[in-house]
């Protein structure tokens, strides 16, 4: 019955475009443009509506398609392998961040979870797009402490800006 009832939410789940208009995802393309000023990791941002009938039924959890998610934007494809991703899965209400291995030891899973609690709470709030833009100054925050960028120093940015949605 569980199984069913995933796969109904799943079935039903809202449109991110619905959350994320045209206006909003500009703004979040600023968040990453912004951040990633002040330091030389990548920030991306993907949000999923909900995941496929055969993924929902089968079981596929949130964190690992935030995985799958990871290696098909390439967000592990950086030279500092320093890139992160804010993931969301909209059917399951699952804020997800998979960061590279540059962030090991520097970065701690208490502290990803805290960025995650910050967007959870706008989300819950119904402010879907100001929840984003401050998960991404959060996540910027921890990578400007470990990868920080001079002020005159040049920064080739290695991933898009723009936000995904799947």
Known sequence: MERLKRLVRHLFAADARHLFPAASLSRITQAVV???RRHHGEICFAVESALSAAA???????????????????????????????????????????????????????????????????MRAGEPEMAVVAGIEAMSDLVAMHFPRAADAADANELPDDPHLL
Request: with cysteine.
């Open 34 to 36: 912004d951040g990633e």
């Open 56 to 122: 929902a039924w089968s079981g596929a959890d949130a964190r690992s398609r935030a995985h799958e998610v990871f290696a098909r934007l390439r967000v592990w494809d950086t030279a500092g392998n320093n890139g992160v991703l804010l993931y969301l899965l909209l059917a399951e209400h699952r804020i997800e961040i998979v960061a590279d291995r540059g962030y090991d030891g520097r970065v701690s899973e208490a502290q990803w979870r805290g960025v995650c609690e910050a967007v959870e709470a706008r």
